[in-house]
């Protein structure tokens, strides 16, 4: 259901998605970076998209479904300058979960915490 939800919300400008996903996690508690690792590769199990280049959608979905035990991960989007790369992915403890070293040099430009 995650992966399903997500999809429409990647197709929204960056703003909106924030605007929703500040919605969703409102309420909750940080996840565990353990937690956020399984349910990202859940979402990774039902889609090909978010298992490829799908980060977008595969960080929402991520999001959702740990929203839905009551939980959220940080969400960030973000970019590297050279050469130019866009990103989207989610955070536990201030530290990317299931991602390449690489991302932890990037720009972040959006985010949603929980709080």
């Known amino acids: 259901c995650a992966v399903f939800l997500a999809r429409p919300l990647a197709a929204l400008?960056?703003?909106?998605?924030?605007?929703?996903?500040?919605?969703?996690?409102?309420?909750?508690?940080?996840?565990?970076?353990?937690?956020?690792?399984?349910?990202r590769t859940a979402v990774n199990s039902v889609?090909?998209?978010?298992?490829?280049?799908?980060c977008l959608q595969r960080s929402i979905a991520v999001v959702l479904l740990a929203r839905s035990f009551g939980v959220a991960?940080?969400?960030r989007t973000g970019f590297r300058p050279d050469p130019f790369?866009?990103?989207?992915?989610?955070?536990?403890?201030?530290?990317?979960?299931g991602e390449p070293d690489a991302v932890a040099h990037f720009l972040p430009v959006l985010e949603v915490v929980p709080r």
Do not use: N, Q
Request: aromatic share 6%; charged share 15%.
């Open 47 to 54: 889609s090909r998209r978010c298992a490829g280049h799908g």
């Open 73 to 75: 991960p940080t969400w």
């Open 13 to 39: 400008p960056p703003a909106a998605i924030r605007r929703v996903l500040t919605g969703v996690v409102r309420g909750s508690r940080p996840a565990a970076a353990a937690d956020v690792l399984t349910w």
């Open 85 to 97: 790369t866009a990103h989207a992915w989610v955070e536990a403890g201030g530290a990317p979960i």
